[in-house]
């Protein structure tokens, strides 16, 4: 009886002594980990996967499948009439994002990476676009963005170090990208990454940036580095109409120095043919050049929120002289004087915004060549970096280029510039969603002109392509996509000097591709 006193006895005191203690634990965890969840650091990551067939193959195996620039060009792209082309490719980019409560929000760290590869092409190296061979244990790992957003006051941002380089008025942090592909610019100059510095304003009508780039460094000693300064602003004249304009300023001092491998970079490169722009015939005398872009831009329901038309549009002019050093003097060799414009128009039939018409229309001033002292034609940042422009919103896969990529960004048209002998061309998409926000798909026409004759026996004629597309929503942001497109090429690949340095005119290219992709937050 003694002993079962005692055990109760023992139980009474015990009892309120653990719930004194589970209480104590139980707020020693809630201060530890809060109800809400802890915002510093976000990841988010974007998937791609594709399986890829066609008659579009590179001619050279150094390249293994890295094939960026103009159909038929330096990058050693053939068509075929009896070769087929079958592989995988996948892309991985993960972004990670980190804004301390130690600083109120004000200072916001972004890294962003790219681990792409074509499966089962090489492993146990190092190098980038590769690594998903047998056994793997590839050094893969490729920078895209490291930079850092301070906000000191309301509407101001600053944006320093490696970052997004895009001809758009936006946010490229704070923006969609589908958004960005349809507004200033559309990344047909300007769409990579560079290291620099710009502050931006935004206000409640409207925004200015001014942006310092350094594009390439080279010898820390002298002045042989390529820098771009801009300055951008976009005013809201209403809730509907958006009008801005921009002045870019690229100083090149490299004379062809650093730049993309072996290609080199600048006006007289490698890199010239390989991306499909102009290249320059310099000869061997040092260049310094001065190229400037000046333009305005604007767009109505850009957001395609407030009825159902959207138009967006821009006019661009190059301008600059190139001088070369002969007799210990730096003479004018070239005056630049090129223009582009685009007007890009947009009719929502229904209810979603893939219920759509679009026509796109795009002209770049074209020239043959600069024994007269001028060149007329266009430049954009492909003049500098691979890629460095990128014009993938016209809804094209083989006459402009598709952004639907991993390792292969290849287009008779890779560049507004073609070549230098310009471009007058469009599309036309019609698109539908069969169940709003689960089952869409769209077909599309593209055709375009070269604005200056094919040296040789060719002629002015680019081609017209037929493309589809249809595709299901999986779940939020995840989509599975099936596409095709062909291209009749037209007399303008009847020389030699366009079509890869063949007699006749080569087969006319088409390509498919199934595709998964996940956006993920």
Excluded: C
Excluded at 227 to 249: A, C, D, M, P, Q
Excluded at 352 to 375: C, M, P, R, V
Excluded at 481 to 487: R, V
């Amino acid at each position: 009886m003694k002993a079962l006193l005692s055990i109760l006895l023992f139980i009474v005191w015990l009892v309120p002594t653990t719930a004194q203690e589970e209480g104590r634990v139980h707020k020693v965890f809630d201060q530890a980990i809060p109800e809400r969840p802890n915002r510093e650091f976000q990841f988010l990551a974007y998937f791609y996967n594709q399986a890829v067939t066609g008659n579009i193959y590179p001619e050279n195996d150094l390249f293994k499948g890295q094939i960026i620039g103009r159909l038929f060009g330096q990058n050693t792209t053939k068509t075929s009439d009896s070769l087929r082309t079958f592989y995988v490719e996948q892309r991985f980019l993960p972004f990670f994002i980190y804004q301390p409560r130690l600083f109120n929000g004000k200072a916001i760290l972004r890294a962003s990476f790219e681990i792409d590869w074509t499966w089962g092409d090489v492993n146990y190296g190092v190098g980038g676009n590769f690594g998903s061979a047998f056994s793997a244990d590839q050094v893969n790992l490729q920078t895209q963005n490291v930079e850092l957003e301070l906000l000191p006051w309301k509407g101001w941002a600053i944006n320093l170090g490696l970052q997004r380089l895009f001809d758009t008025p936006y946010n490229p942090y704070r923006t969609y990208f589908d958004k960005m592909n349809r507004s200033g610019y559309r990344l047909a100059y300007w769409g990579s990454d560079a290291v620099g510095v710009n502050v931006r304003r935004d206000y409640d009508h409207g925004s200015w940036r001014l942006g310092f780039y350094q594009l390439y460094e080279n010898l820390v000693n002298k002045d042989d580095d390529v820098t771009l300064t801009e300055y951008t602003v976009n005013k809201h004249l209403n809730r509907l109409w958006n009008i801005g304009g921009s002045l870019y300023w690229l100083r090149d001092r490299a004379n062809g120095a650093g730049g993309v491998s072996i290609l080199g970079q600048g006006l007289n490169s490698a890199l010239a043919d390989y991306n499909g722009v102009y290249r320059f015939p310099l000869g061997a005398d040092p260049y310094r050049a001065d190229v400037f872009w000046l333009g305005s831009f604007f767009s109505r329901n850009e957001d395609m929120m407030w009825d159902q038309w959207s138009i967006t549009g821009f006019v661009n002019a190059n301008l600059g002289t190139v001088r070369q050093l002969q007799n210990d003097s730096w003479n004018k060799t070239v005056d630049i004087a090129g223009v582009a414009a685009n007007l890009r128009l947009n009719y929502r039939y229904a209810q979603t915004e893939q219920d759509a018409i679009t026509l796109d229309l795009l002209y770049a001033s074209g020239d043959n060549g600069i024994e007269d002292g001028t060149y007329s034609g266009v430049l954009t940042g492909n003049n500098w970096g691979s890629p460095g422009g990128i014009f993938i919103s016209s809804g094209a896969y083989l006459l402009f280029p598709h952004g639907n990529v991993v390792n292969r960004l290849v287009a008779a048209v890779n560049d507004i510039a073609n070549r230098g002998n310009g471009v007058t061309g469009g599309t036309l998409n019609l698109s539908r969603a069969f169940i709003p926000h689960r089952w869409y798909g769209k077909v599309g026409l593209a055709s375009g002109i070269s604005n200056v004759e094919s040296p040789g026996n060719g002629g002015f004629v680019l081609g017209t392509e037929l493309n589809a597309m249809t595709g299901m929503q999986l779940g939020p942001f995840m989509h599975l996509e099936a596409h095709g497109a062909w291209m009749s090429l037209g007399d303008y690949y009847d020389s030699p000097a366009t079509n890869g340095g063949l007699n006749e005119r080569p087969a006319n290219p088409w390509t498919a591709f199934l595709v998964f992709k996940w956006l993920m937050f």
